[in-house]
């Protein structure tokens, strides 16, 4: 769909990249250099939300306790990976892929679904908005809009 837009597919795939390489300098933070930094957040986000999401929290902030560096620095590759991948046609079906997989477990685990479930959201999150952008970039079996040039072709002979 991205391909037949307004950008066209390289600029669209530029924005994905812009926007998740953005994001991968984002775990540059000071505030994720603190060994049990990301493990805070995990914890404090827990609070208010229904039992599984709050397991799921707790999870998340045992599992990373002291780790707050080195997960910073795991995500900030897979953001890198996500970003990048997306501009060779040979690997784009594996970013995009790539790409939902985190924006839904990062929507899920740390940002609670929006949060919609306390009652306290003001949106749903930006794993949903992801998913779409993905969806929007994903290679046409067909080649990438040839089928519909053919077609717009068509139309105008008649």
Do not use: K
């Amino acid at each position: 769909v991205a391909d037949e837009g307004l950008l066209g597919g390289l600029a669209s795939r530029g924005a994905w990249a812009v926007l998740w390489c953005g994001s991968a300098l984002l775990e540059l933070e000071h505030s994720n250099n603190a060994p049990n930094a990301i493990s805070a957040q995990l914890s404090y986000s827990s609070l208010g939300e229904p039992p599984p999401l709050s397991w799921l929290d707790r999870a998340a902030a045992s599992i990373t306790r002291g780790t707050g560096t080195e997960t910073a620095a795991l995500l900030l590759v897979v953001c890198f990976v996500v970003g990048w991948t997306v501009l060779r046609r040979s690997t784009r079906r594996f970013a995009l892929v790539l790409g939902v997989v985190v924006s839904l477990v990062l929507w899920v685990v740390g940002q609670d679904l929006g949060t919609v479930l306390t009652g306290q959201a003001t949106d749903i999150g930006l794993g949903l908005p992801m998913v779409l952008l993905a969806l929007a970039l994903w290679p046409r079996a067909d080649g990438g809009g040839q089928r519909s040039q053919a077609a717009l072709g068509d139309i105008s002979r008649r």
